[in-house]
């Protein structure tokens, strides 16, 4: 997917004019540089900028990466910045634009997501920051006439015998030389930032003064706001509508049938007018493809699509039912049922986007854009532009936790054809209400899963047979060659199939059909892995007479890094935690550790509960291993945070229909975890000299099989079925 | 309607129908952009600002009714109390994506001008009608004692 802008034009736009040295990448990947200005390089080769150096020595670094919380603006700088020996105040942050260059290397285009960011960037930023240190050496040794190797740089300045000067003096003769291909890194033993404990977040400032901008702040010249009215149901679409009293509204504009029949556009001179008037308008909707099903249904198709025989068989090792029978019957056995409700990702801030028309033609995004490699191509081909015509500007994203990532860039669509709609000369401010947010699907899909499992006289497990139900994500968007092979889709499966765990597995696969679009949800086909595996595992401890962390143990070959890391942190949160496996009187502790986005990650909570019954979550102990811990701070409010958005989730939330209308209005009917809810959360982070994986997404999996487990321990009640709080389970 | 608001210590004149929130107004009009819009029914508190000293819910806060009351918004809080909060939430990092933090912090603002030495129970139930989806609530409660102590120091 190509993707490309007018590289000069970027420059421009970002007021970056005074730089004197960029450094960054072409498209095949080669470091390249130049003086400010022209982006191309000395040999005329094309390139985007991943370094600027101005001539007063302040250094920025482009993020390809969005930030979403996650904190990319921090550790991309600190990459950067680590290899040029920067003083940390001396670095700024921008958002790079979209453009090729500037592709997630683990993914080919550009984009965030899986938890890739850092592990992505590691090596890349670094050279980029080599790079340039390198040729401000070069260019001081020439000025000097000393060799390359006397010169040295820290915090800004070059300095070599009674030479001595600031990186700025340097840029403009830095910018004629040509980098090196490969320019030498530093060392782990050198680091002076990476894994530095705090540096502070670039984004705290902006963030606590009201100045950060997010997407929902931009206000351009001539530009209306936008309300989408849509169908109730999923797969309707529009016949007619009606305007009622909406031009009464003061403020109110127009109201358009956008041009795809997917609703009605109402545009107003202020958000609030938009908000307003869509309440006047009445439409009738074609609901000859739409979904009717209520909640219920739904729960009684896939239970029957879990009694049927599996579609798929993933691990090719042919009848599951005899494999569940032979396991069922064995001396000792366990066996559960799971339902995993949908999830609304609700990020704070709504989803919304600007779209303006540019003076030569084409058109700019303004967003807080998570994938402008789906993006990008998306505007251009709708509004039958070239992609060159297409610019995005990024900015602060309030959350995502997948949102704003989708395959058919679902909100960018409809600003589009909302524009396009009204003529293509006016800006247009697409802004969603929080309920237009719960009510507008790309949820976590729901998920039924059934594991017989049988105890060997080992005392190990000697079978386990898996079948899952689920509406496969990726089939039928972009990413689906990358995710589904014969027929499996594997983020249906991830976190079980390809456990560390040494188990002898069975797992079938049927995949759920709707026309209700779903969405990765923070961690993926983990929020629903962690908890089956977790909690089976802690079942068949029990019915193996077991110790929960004895018995996960006994299921690892320390031998194999991989198992090794799984223990490791296994261990580290027993040993953090004082897991002793005892009994504790009206309180329970649960562990649970799962592997994800190639980092690992267990959790032990401790509850307690009331004389009414209820349950208090007081404390949670964490330990990581993600590699080698770029900025160890951001680390832990990672864990923290995803920690808490798990609990949320499996505590009490629920996207429910009746006859294929969304229940759920706004959030006292979909509760966010508040902080009364919030236990104690300690994080321990494995010291590692790898490299750097994901930490976005794996605090999640393991958090609400640990609560469960810790419930099970104070209570007996063994909950499969989610939310808690539908299920049984009264929290205090 | 043409309506006077005091608000950071100006007085604006601001053309709007009286039912409109003073959310929209704060932010449409008059271009201050730090109050958040989160839910729109007073359940998640992004939108929180002081209201002669006293945090309200700008989303569902009619802006004829805030008649002769000063308004103070994120981009203006100056008390020591303010100034604490903010300095406390740069020290400790507690930011995420950032999107309820102005409202957090106003809130947080609120609490300690009212109660100088909070306890963990007191910033919960004070704090209890901020929603944050990243789930900074443990750095928010380090982040109010810190402040307290600045303020005591």
Known sequence: MKTSMNRRNFLKTTGAISASLVVGFNTSGALAASDSGAQTDTLSNAFNPFVMIDDSGVVTVLTKHFEMGQGTTTGLTTLVAEEMDLDWS?????????????????????????????????????????????????????????????????????????????????????????????????SMADFKLIGKDKLPRKDSFAKTTGTATFAMDV?????VYVTILRSPKFGGTLKSFEAGDAASVNGFVDAKALPNKAGVAIYANSTWAAIKARKSITAEWDDSGADARG??????????????????????????????KAAASAEKSVSADFMFPLLAHAPMEPLNCVIEPTAEGGLRL????????????????????????????????????????????????????????????????????????????????????????????????????????????????????????????????????????????????????????????RSVGHSQSGYTMEVLMDMAAEAAGADPVEFRLAHLDESVEDQARFAGVLKLAAEKSGWDGKPMKGKGRGIAVHKSFNSYVAEVIEVSVNDKGAISIDKATCAVDCGIAVNPDVVRAQLEGALGYGLGAIMRNQVTMTDGVVDQKNFPDYEPLRITDMPDV????????????????????????????AIYAATGKRITKLPLESNGVTFA | MAIQLKIN???????????????????????????????????????????????????????????????????AVSTPQAKAVQAAWQELDVVQCGYCQSGQIMSAIGLLSSNAKPSDEDIDAYMGGNACRCATYQRIRAAIHRASDMLEA
Not at chain 1, 150 to 172: A, P
């Open chain 1, 90 to 186: 001396q670095v700024k942050v921008g958002f790079a634009p979209s453009h090729d260059d500037y592709k997630n290397l683990a993914f080919g285009g550009q984009g965030t997501g899986g938890s890739t960011a850092i592990g992505n960037s590691y090596t890349q930023y670094r050279q980029a920051g080599a790079a340039a240190r390198d040729m401000l050496v070069r260019a001081a040794a020439d000025a000097w006439g000393v060799e390359a190797d006397s010169v040295s740089m820290s915090e800004g300045i070059l300095s070599s015998g009674d030479n001595k000067g600031s990186i700025g003096d340097f840029v403009k003769a830095a910018a004629a030389l040509k980098p090196v291909a490969e320019p030498a890194l530093k």
């Open chain 2, 9 to 75: 210590g100006e007085t604006k004149e601001v053309n709007a129908d009286a039912d409109t929130p003073l959310l929209w107004v704060i932010r449409d009009e008059l271009n201050m952009t730090g109050t958040k819009f989160g839910c729109g029914v007073a359940s998640c508190g992004s939108c929180t600002v002081h209201i002669d000293g006293q945090p309200q819910r700008s989303c569902v806060f009619p802006v004829s009714a805030v008649g002769e009351a000063e308004v103070t918004t994120i981009e």
């Open chain 1, 366 to 521: 303004h967003d807080g854009c998570q994938f402008p490699m789906i993006t990008h191509p998306t505007l251009a081909a709708i509004a039958e532009l070239p992609p060159e015509k297409v610019e995005i500007e990024t900015y602060y994203a309030g959350g995502s936790f997948g949102r704003r990532a989708n395959g058919a860039s679902d909100y960018h669509v409809e600003a589009i054809m909302a524009y396009l709609a009204l003529g293509g000369t006016k800006a247009v401010k697409l802004v969603w209400t929080r309920e237009d947010d719960l009510a507008g699907g790309f949820y976590r899909p729901m998920s039924a899963q059934r594991a017989t499992i049988s105890i060997g006289d080992d005392g190990k497990i000697a079978n386990w047979a898996h079948r899952t139900v689920a509406q496969s994500i990726f089939k039928g968007g972009p990413l689906e060659g990358m995710a589904v092979h014969e027929g499996v889709d594997h983020f249906s499966v991830e976190g079980i199939v390809d456990t560390p765990y040494q188990l002898p597995m069975s797992i079938g696969l049927t995949d759920y059909e709707s026309p209700m679009p779903v969405l990765w949800w």
């Open chain 1, 219 to 223: 206000k351009v010249p001539n530009m």
């Open chain 1, 295 to 324: 909640t219920a249904e739904m729960v009684s198709e896939y239970t029957d699509k879990l009694n049927a025989d599996p579609t798929y068989d993933v691990t090719g090792k042919g009848d599951l039912a005899a494999v569940e």
């Open chain 1, 682 to 709: 300690e994080v321990h982070i494995v010291e590692s000299e790898l490299a750097p994986s994901g930490v976005g997404e794996p605090g999640l999996p393991p958090a609400g099989p640990a609560l469960a487990n």
